[in-house]
């Protein structure tokens, strides 16, 4: 089936510093990719829908110049959180939405997430 | 604007007892699906099903199983026999937007039921 790949899984970083996280379509092209963020023993948020070859389209009070997305492939989308604060720590989790068309029954498949840690 | 209540913030029940997780959505939309996810420690979210708003056939999946009541709103999730592999966190989630438009695959997401099932 679909699968989606989120890396990294891990990361503990110093405050300040930028940090990368990517979400691929392993088997599919995903026009659209979906970045939510969950706080510890809170629910999924959705923070921005990525759009192939567009801008992002933000949630309201999500940051834009906070999390930089970009989706330059049909198969990769890339959320950037710039100069991360301790504040920014949580579990990041992407998400690719699979065409309408298709025959699968769930319209969208999970990264396994992110848990990202600013010191 | 949509929203999805799950009241119940945690469930502890002892092994072998059925447990039901509650579900009541808001929506001005006559076309969406909702969803059940579960999130275990690890975090990665695994889907559980996915209903259409048009089918109010309730559904059984082993020892789970789900009803879906249009007139009250409600999606409720019943897990038969429980095991402790089945402590994890519940979620369920609505998407509004119909298959075929643009934002198809946003989700928004309940607050959460953490179940735990001791052995």
């Known amino acids: 089936g679909a699968v989606v790949s989120q890396h990294p899984s891990r990361v503990i970083c110093k405050s300040g510093t930028s940090v990368k996280i990517e979400c691929r379509s392993l088997d599919f092209q995903a026009t659209t990719m979906f970045w939510y963020r969950q706080f510890p023993k809170k629910s999924l948020m959705l923070m921005a829908t990525s759009n192939e070859g567009s801008k992002a389209t933000y949630e309201q009070g999500v940051e834009k110049d906070k999390f930089l997305i970009n989706h330059a492939s049909l198969t990769l989308s890339t959320l950037t959180v710039t100069s991360a604060h301790p504040e920014d720590s949580s579990f990041y989790i992407c998400s690719a939405r699979i065409p309408p068309m298709g025959s699968s029954n769930q319209p969208q498949h999970f990264g396994d997430g992110t848990r990202l840690s600013i010191l | 604007a949509q929203k999805v209540t799950q009241a119940q913030t945690e469930i502890s029940v002892v092994e072998k007892e059925d447990v039901t997780l509650d579900c009541v959505y808001e929506t001005r939309d006559t076309t969406y699906y909702l969803f059940w996810y579960k999130q275990p420690p690890s975090g990665e979210l695994v889907f559980l099903i996915r209903r259409n708003s048009f089918d109010e056939q309730n559904e059984i999946s082993g020892r789970y199983s789900w009803n879906f009541q249009k007139s009250t709103s409600s999606f409720n999730f019943t897990i038969t026999a429980s095991q402790v592999v089945d402590s994890a966190v519940y979620f369920c989630?609505?998407?509004?937007?119909?298959?075929?438009?643009?934002?198809?695959?946003?989700?928004?997401f309940g607050q959460g039921t953490i179940l735990t099932v001791h052995p």
């Open positions: 989630a609505l998407s509004e937007e119909y298959a075929g438009g643009t934002s198809y695959g946003k989700l928004t």
